[in-house]
């Protein structure tokens, strides 16, 4: 079971984009697999935009972090593999 006080943290070194790496440690958090989540991210965040981000923080080897509310939960982005879910 998910301790709502811990942190879970997803990502990884794959090639996944951030979004699919969000909605992995979205699904971590809740305790199913992504493909089960029933929270849409689109509703909460502009994903293409946070693609963008990441993609131009990437080439330009800038610092970026993004933060938002998902259900409940606090989301910290700082790239495809530091990825943080709180409540």
């Given amino acids: 079971?998910?301790?709502?006080d811990s942190t879970t943290r997803g990502g990884g070194s794959d090639c996944r984009s951030v979004v699919a790496h969000v909605v992995t440690a979205l699904a971590h958090a809740e305790g199913v697999e992504p493909e089960r989540l029933d929270?849409?991210?689109a509703d909460h965040i502009d994903a293409d935009a946070l693609e963008e981000l990441y993609a131009r923080s990437r080439a330009e080897t800038a610092d970026v972090t993004v933060r938002f509310?998902?259900?409940g939960y606090e989301v910290v982005v700082?790239?495809?593999?530091?990825?943080?879910v709180s409540r």
């Fill in 69 to 71: 509310a998902v259900e």
């Fill in 39 to 41: 929270t849409c991210l």
């Fill in 1 to 4: 079971m998910y301790d709502i």
């Fill in 78 to 84: 700082g790239g495809p593999g530091d990825i943080r």
